[in-house]
Every structure is written in C-alpha cells, then in structure tokens.
C-alpha cells in the first residue's frame, strides 16, 4: 500500500510540474461566427447572441443577419467542423481583468470562449469560440469580419459552459463523503 501511494505522489508532482499539455492561441480554425456591430450589455445579452450562432451552426448554417437587432453574422465552421450538433450554454464567466490569458480550463468543463472586440464602439465585433478540449488559452489570433474595424481592443471574454458549474461546497461535501467511504472500508478490513 505504502508503495501504491507512492506511485500515485510522484505522478500527481510529475503532471503538477509538466503543466497543462494541451495548451493553444485560438483561431480561424476554432471560430464558430462573428457578429459586427454587436453591442450587449451584459450576460444575458451574450446569450442571446452565443444562443443564435450555436442555434445556426445546429440548423442549416451559414446565414448573414441574425434575429437580435438587426447585427450582421457570419457563421465561420459550418456542420461537422464540431460535430453535428452543439448543446445549448447555460452558465457564463466574464473576465474583464488584464491579461485575458493565460486561461487555465483544467478541470473546468466550458465549451465557448466569447470575445468582445471595441466595446461599444463603432465597428465593434463579437467571435465565439469552440474550445474543444483544450485545457489552456494562451491568446486568440483574431479574425476580423467584413464591416468591422482592425485592431480594436478586446474588451473582455466571457467562459460559457453547457452545465452549471458546481458550487464550492457541494464539491466540499461530495469529498468528504467520499473520505469517509474510504475509511469505513479500511476499518472493515482491519477487523
């Protein structure tokens, strides 16, 4: 038993040291559309509009005005570029700090990066972002669709994720639960 802990000691410092192996800048290839002129004002807005291009990449795809006010879309990787089908986000994160990146997804389970470009200025854009199963973003080379404006400033990302994400007690509880498992069995088998 002393040895199996071990074991298990040295790979959990081996993977600690080694570091994310699965680390990538997004790009063209990564990109499920765009929206110009998209000026949302918070997460429930950019839900409306992740909500759209994921409604479009699952449908016939490909479409150049979208069912929220009117902005102009652009949908890049059209069925099956991430499988037929993508679920539908329900939980956001939005990063307005400095840097944006690195963004760390180990153990994490979100599936889009959202990334606002001029904040509310004129020729602003949106892009949306299948992050696959990448476990760090290291930056994104961004892809300027046709009516906006090159070189604005990112203005923050958001991290959107089909399931809600646990609550740090819940996942508290749950591993305690499973320690005391763990003990009980041991105690059996001493006796």
């Not at 081996?14 to 000026?39: C, K, M, Q, R, W």
Request: aromatic share 12%.
């Amino acid at each position: 038993m002393k040895r199996f802990l071990l074991v298990v000691a040295c790979l959990v410092c081996a993977l600690a040291v080694a570091g994310p192996s699965n680390a990538t800048v997004l790009g063209p290839g990564d990109l499920i559309g765009t929206i110009v002129d998209g000026v949302p004002s918070g997460n429930p807005d950019e839900l409306a509009y992740v909500q759209a291009l994921i409604n479009n990449y699952n449908s016939i795809g490909g479409f150049t005005t979208g069912p929220v006010d009117a902005e102009t879309w652009t949908l890049y990787n059209d069925r099956p570029a991430f499988g037929d089908s993508l679920p539908s986000p329900i939980f956001g994160f939005k990063d307005e700090g400095s840097p944006f990146f690195d963004i760390d997804l180990t153990g994490t389970s979100y599936l889009y990066l959202y990334a606002k470009y001029g904040g509310g200025q004129t020729g602003g854009y949106s892009a949306l972002y299948y992050l696959d199963s990448y476990t760090l973003i290291e930056g994104i080379d961004p892809t300027v669709p046709t009516g906006a404006t090159a070189g604005l400033g990112l203005s923050h990302v958001t991290l959107w994720n089909p399931t809600q994400v646990p609550e740090a007690g819940t996942l508290l509880m749950f591993g305690s639960g499973l320690i005391g498992l763990v003990g009980y069995r041991r105690m059996r088998r001493m006796q």
